[in-house]
C-alpha cells in the first residue's frame, strides 16, 4: 500500500460581477424577497454574461490558485473539471481551461456528478496522487448553471447562481494527515428527480424538446430535500466512524450550498454547533460544484478555517449522487 497521502495546498475562485438580488427577481417573477429569503437563506447571486461560459470562470479561478501555489501551468500533471453546465459536452471544459491557462499537454479531462461534482473530482485526484500517478492535480468546479435554467420557473430560477472555485492538491509532508477520506454514493432510483432532459442522446435537440423547454434544468424540490436531509447525515456519519473521529472532532462543517433549511437540519441531525458551520449561500446561491471551493477559499480568508483544523465537506445532488471528504487543512 502507497504511504503518500494528499493535501489540499493552495484554493482560488472567481465570480461574475453581475448581482441579481432577489428584489430584482421579483420584477419578473411572482416573488419577493421575503418568500426567497425564509426558504432558501438565499438573497442575491452571480450572474454571468452573455457569451461567458463555464470555462471562463474555471480559467480565473485556475490561474489564481496556481498563483497562490506559484505553481507554473506547465508544472500541472492532470486537470479534472466537474461541472454541470459544460461548454459543451465534447471537448471537455477541463481541455478548454488548460488552454486558456497555458497548460498544453497536461492531461485534463470533465467528470460528472451534478452538484456533487467536485467531491467526487477530489477522490479522484487524490487517488492520482497516493498511487503516485500525478503529484499536482487541479480540480476545478466551475458553472454557469443561469444558462440551464427557465427564468419563468420560479421554483428554480431564485436558487441557483455562477462561479469557480480550484484547488491545486499535491502529495503532503512526512507526518501531515492531508485528506483523511472519502465516502461516496449514488442512488439512481431518484435519478429523475434532478435533471437536464434534453440535449444528449435520449432526447437530441428538436423542435419538440425546445418548444417543450426540455433543455432547462428540473428538479422535485420536496424529494430532492428529503434526500440531502437524509445521505448528508448518514454518509458524514459513516466517514466520520471508519476514520476514527466523533463529530466533537470537526473544527469546520462546509456542506454544498443548496438551500439553508437542508443545512440547518443535517447539521442539527449530526450535532454540529452552527459556529461551526460554513455558508456563503446568502450572497452567491446555489453554484453547484463551485459551492464547496467558494467556501473554502472565503472561509480560509475570514480566518474561520485554519491551519491543523478538521474540516468535514459533503455534496449531493443529481443521480441522486452523495458524497463527504474528511481531510486535515
Known amino acids: ?33 421575503e418568500w426567497i429569503s425564509t426558504r432558501t437563506g438565499i438573497r442575491e447571486r452571480r450572474i454571468a454574461e452573455n457569451g461567458e461560459a463555464a470555462s471562463d470562470l474555471g480559467a ?72 503516485g500517478q500525478a503529484d499536482r492535480v487541479l480540480v476545478i468546479g466551475a458553472e454557469v448553471v443561469s444558462k440551464m435554467i427557465d427564468w419563468s420557473d420560479r421554483a428554480t430560477a431564485v436558487l441557483f447562481g455562477d462561479g469557480a472555485g480550484a484547488v491545486l492538491l499535491e502529495p503532503a509532508a512526512d507526518g501531515e494527515e492531508g485528506i483523511i477520506g472519502f465516502d461516496l454514493g449514488n442512488d439512481p432510483a431518484g435519478a429523475g ?10 432526447l437530441p435537440a428538436s423542435e419538440e424538446t425546445v418548444a417543450e423547454r426540455l433543455h432547462f434544468l428540473r428538479m422535485n424540490g420536496r424529494e430532492v430535500f428529503r434526500f440531502a436531509t437524509r445521505v448528508i447525515q448518514a454518509s458524514s456519519s459513516q466517514l466520520l466512524e471508519r476514520s476514527g473521529h466523533r463529530v466533537e472532532d470537526v473544527d469546520i462543517f462546509v456542506p454544498h450550498q443548496a438551500n439553508i433549511r437542508i443545512i440547518d437540519a443535517a447539521a442539527r441531525k449530526l450535532g454540529i454547533p452552527p459556529e461551526k458551520v460554513f455558508s456563503n449561500l446568502e450572497r452567491y446561491g446555489n453554484t453547484s460544484c463551485a459551492s464547496i471551493p467558494l467556501c473554502l477559499d472565503e472561509a480560509e480568508r475570514e480566518g474561520r478555517l485554519k491551519k491543523g483544523d478538521l474540516v468535514l465537506m459533503v455534496g449531493f445532488g443529481g443521480g441522486l449522487s452523495w458524497g463527504s471528504c474528511l481531510m486535515r487543512w
Request: one cysteine or more; glycine letters at 8%.
Open 193 to 202: 428527480e434532478l435533471s437536464l432532459p434534453a440535449g444528449g442522446s435520449r
Open 60 to 131: 480565473r479561478a485556475a490561474r489564481r490558485v496556481l498563483e497562490a501555489a506559484g505553481v507554473a501551468p506547465g508544472e500541472l500533471d492532470l486537470i479534472i473539471v466537474a461541472s454541470l453546465s459544460p461548454d459543451m459536452l465534447f471537448p471537455s471544459t477541463a481541455s478548454l481551461i488548460s488552454g486558456a491557462i497555458g497548460a498544453e499537454g497536461t492531461a485534463a479531462f470533465d467528470l460528472s456528478a451534478a452538484c456533487t461534482g467536485f467531491i467526487y473530482a477530489l477522490s479522484v485526484a487524490n487517488a492520482f496522487i497516493v498511487s
Open 1 to 33: 500500500m502507497s504511504s503518500r497521502r494528499a493535501k489540499i495546498s493552495a484554493v482560488g475562485t472567481f465570480v461574475p460581477q453581475r448581482v441579481v438580488t432577489n428584489d430584482d427577481l421579483s420584477l419578473e417573477l411572482d416573488t419577493s424577497d
